[in-house]
């Protein structure tokens, strides 16, 4: 069930195309994460579905009703912003019945409603303070109990933890994430945080120069990137770089590796994706993908020991390790790399 | 360095890295503050002191009259019925004046303040302060030929209409009122622009996504977020239009005796500078006491 539809939507500014045929279904219910990096055109995809921009192609639809031309105002959005917007004038109380007093909704009715918000966002005894008297992590809350009273057909936010400080913006994804699931309100989200769109999302869209390059759900988004900037932008990745050569591939070093995508015509150039987690320190186990190499750096992280290495040939490879004996390998060691073909992604350039 | 240490003190205040090594936060601040006051004495209060004591002379310091203290001259209103009148004509002056600056300069501020494309918001500002740049009197006076009759406004009109007769509106209050909104419109546009800049677009955005229409966001958002905008714009209109004896005279005519022309005639024309004082001091107390009354219901307003 579609609820909110991105159609063929184009935008320039002056001679810079912003964004670029963007189609795109965002699924009744669910929780969608626009990611992408500064400028990639989040903010303008996001404000042409809330209305504030005119597309200059295409078409927005929300519920059946093509919107493309209806103005913000009558949309029935809910929105949240960085800077929560809370108006600094009215007490928590008025600024969550400000968009209920817009549909008539007034006295005792929009007490009743204003009160279950706030009991929502757990705020329920600052109803008559005055937003400057509230913490930014309540401001926030406020400002969501605003946008979800009018009960919006979609919740749109624009980077609206990025102002928190880490821990509170953990509590706040996860209050976001339970008042999400509870409402049912399809929700998009915009973020350059990926861990903040894998642990959010039902779906992660990723946008690059204006289009959308990847969307699926966060693990086969992760796990199955399409492009290298896909498998780069959205955590880390090795690249192999090499020529199709009898169903493997042949790097420059002359090393076969396997995988299990499918592979163009032979003699192709290729760039295959590795996950640092996914390369192990040689067990020598057979049907994997081997490469030796020199260790330049470890960095101990905690939990994870990063291993930073040079294979002869001059080729740089990320390793993940978990801290199981702590620091045993160090700078200058030779090891064996191993990984499976499963794991080696092929990825358009 | 002396002086250095001096700044660092104010500017990071007494907790200062530094604080071993500095004066007492009192003493910088009353040195920062000293110029302001010592000037703010020279020039506002002296004179306003010299005129406080004129006010209580039976005459002119200058004449050969006898000096003696009176207080009669803080009974003109009394003595002299007809001063009630005047200084009510300039009370409904003031009033008009200052709500029509209100009303087209806080719309103004707003055009201003929304302003996004290109230089739009430049060129405006110029548009705005070309006012301030104009000799008061030529202003004054260019009126008189756009408004007397068969002057601009007459010829306008008699370009479409050529049997009209002239709606001419020189000496009238009409012609004193508009002489002085343009005069003191750049002031009310200019204090509710910098109340208005200061609100974040991000504000206007959330109340529009929750359905306000423009209306709704001027009168619910931007209207009450700008208000000490358009307070101090109104006391920066009120004040001196009260006073102003220029607009009266010379677009009001027969119909321009206001408290300001009255005062001048004191000092200009009477050679009677203690009634000129006593009359100007009445006057202020006046305007204080609107002020006092206004305030105490602008906070009622805002606690209920
Ligand atoms: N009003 C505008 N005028 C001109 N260029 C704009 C405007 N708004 C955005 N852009 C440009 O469009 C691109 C995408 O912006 P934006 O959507 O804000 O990206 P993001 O939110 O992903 O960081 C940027 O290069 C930005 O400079
Ligand atoms: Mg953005």
């Known amino acids: 069930m579609t609820n909110v539809k991105v159609d063929a939507v184009a935008k320039t500014y002056g001679s810079t195309k912003v964004l670029t045929d963007i189609s795109t279904d965002f699924v009744e219910g669910s929780f969608t994460s626009l990611l992408g990096p500064s400028g990639s055109g989040k903010t303008t995809l996001l404000r042409i579905i809330a209305g504030f921009i005119k597309p200059d192609e295409g078409v927005v639809t929300i519920g059946n009703n093509d919107v493309t031309n209806v103005p913000v105002w009558g ?3 809910g929105m949240m912003f960085q800077s929560y917007a809370l108006f600094p004038h009215m007490t928590i109380a008025q600024n969550v019945a400000f968009g209920l007093e817009r549909r008539g909704i007034k006295g005792a009715a929009a007490r009743k409603e204003v009160d279950r918000a706030l009991e929502m966002v757990r705020l329920s005894g600052f109803a008559d303070r005055m937003p400057k008297q509230l913490s930014g992590g309540q401001q926030q809350r406020v400002a969501l109990a605003r946008a979800m009273v009018i009960k919006p057909s979609v919740l749109l936010l624009d980077e609206p933890l990025s102002a928190l400080d880490r821990r509170l913006r953990q509590e706040m994804q996860v209050e976001l994430l339970r008042i999400q ?107 994997t993908n081997r490469l030796d190499a020199r260790i330049t750096t470890v960095i101990y992280a905690g939990p994870v020991l990063s291993y930073l290495l040079e294979t002869p040939d001059g080729m740089s490879v990320k390793l993940f390790a978990q801290n ?26 | 360095m002396r002086s250095d240490s001096l700044l660092n003190e104010a500017v990071r205040g007494p907790s200062g890295p530094r604080k071993h090594r500095m004066l007492p936060s009192w003493v910088a601040t009353t040195a920062l503050l000293l110029p302001t006051y010592a000037w703010l004495t ?16 039976s005459a002119t310091p200058m004449g050969k009259a006898p000096i003696t203290f009176t207080l009669k001259h803080y009974r003109a209103f009394i003595d002299q019925p007809y001063l009630l009148n005047i200084g009510w004509t300039s009370l409904v002056i003031g009033f008009w004046t200052t709500l029509l600056c209100a009303i087209f300069g806080f719309l103004a501020a707003v055009a201003l303040a929304r302003a996004t494309v290109g230089r739009m918001r430049e060129t405006l500002l110029i548009l705005i302060l070309l006012p301030f740049w104009t000799n008061g009197l030529v202003r004054v006076f260019s009126w008189t030929m756009v408004l007397r009759e068969n002057g601009f406004l007459d010829n306008v009109l008699h370009m479409f209409f050529a049997d009209a007769g002239s709606i001419s509106f020189l000496y009238s209050r009409y012609a004193i009122v508009l002489g002085l909104v343009h005069g003191y419109l750049p002031y009310m546009i200019l204090t509710c622009y910098i109340a208005l800049v200061t609100i974040d677009d991000a504000i206007i955005e959330a109340a529009a996504s929750l359905g306000a229409r423009w209306w709704t966001i001027l009168f619910r958002i931007l209207i009450p977020m700008a208000t000490p905008g358009l307070i101090s714009g109104a006391v920066l209109t009120f004040v001196p239009v009260i006073g102003s004896f220029m607009e009266p005279r010379i677009l009001g005519g027969k119909v321009g ?9 004191q000092f200009t024309q009477a050679f009677n500078w203690p009634l000129g004082a006593a009359l100007s001091f009445t006057l202020l107390a006046v305007v204080l006491a609107i002020f006092a009354t206004f305030s105490g219901v602008l906070r009622r307003g805002a606690a209920a």
Do not use: C
Request: proline share 4%; hydrophobic share 45%; no cysteine.
């Open chain 1, 75 to 77: 949309r029935n959005i």
């Open chain 1, 181 to 287: 699931r509870e409402s049912g309100l399809t929700t998009i989200f915009v973020t350059h945080d990926q861990e903040e769109a894998l642990t959010l999302s039902d779906t992660v869209a990723i946008l690059d120069k204006g289009r959308i390059v990847q969307t699926g759900k966060p693990a086969a988004v992760y796990e199955r990137p399409t492009t290298r900037f896909a498998a780069e932008f959205l955590g880390d990745s090795n690249f192999l770089e090499g020529k199709v050569e009898g169903g493997a591939v042949r790097l420059a070093s002359g090393t076969v590796v396997r995988t299990a995508s499918m592979l163009p015509a032979n003699g192709t150039d290729v760039t295959l994706a590795v996950r640092p987690e996914k390369m192990m320190i040689s067990a020598g186990e057979p049907g």
């Open chain 1, 324 to 349: 199981k004996d702590g620091v045993v390998l160090k700078q200058g060691d030779t090891i064996s790399l191993d990984w499976s073909p499963e794991h080696t992604i092929a990825v358009a350039s």
């Open chain 2, 42 to 57: 020279l020039a506002v209060l002296l004179p306003l002191l010299t005129m406080l004591v004129f006010s209580f002379m």
């Open chain 2, 257 to 265: 005796v206001t408290m300001g022309t009255v005062i001048e005639d």
